[in-house]
């Protein structure tokens, strides 16, 4: 049960993150629960290993090329859900801040974008 909730609160934020930036668009809820699924299984696939392949750079980047990977897997969200679509790099990396804050006003412990 406490997933769900998870899950459907992640869907919220993906909501109002999408309704608050300009070039984010998500159709339906159900499309933003299937955007909050794909971007927890792509962050737990695939992050560690873009953390670990880009490490030189986020090494010399003091770790703000973590931001850049962030919008990277939203963006790659965006290819995978149909019904969800971003514009560019800059509106995912300014949808990761806000999803990040949605989520963390929401309570959750487990962020969608890290």
């Given at each position: 049960m406490n997933w769900l909730v998870k899950v459907i609160l992640s869907a919220v934020a993906?909501?109002?993150s999408a309704y608050l930036i300009p070039g984010i668009n998500v159709d339906t809820f159900f499309t933003a629960i299937v955007v909050s699924l794909v971007l927890s299984i792509i962050n737990l696939v695939f992050r560690p290993l873009f953390v670990i392949l880009t490490l030189p750079i986020t090494f010399?980047?003091?770790?703000?090329?973590l931001i850049a990977i962030n919008a990277f897997m939203i963006m790659l969200a965006g290819s995978l859900v149909d019904g969800f679509h971003v514009s560019g790099f800059w509106s995912a990396l300014i949808f990761s801040f806000v999803l990040s804050f949605l989520q963390s006003v929401f309570g959750e412990t487990e962020d969608a974008t890290k």
């Open positions: 993906v909501l109002g010399i980047t003091f770790g703000l090329f």
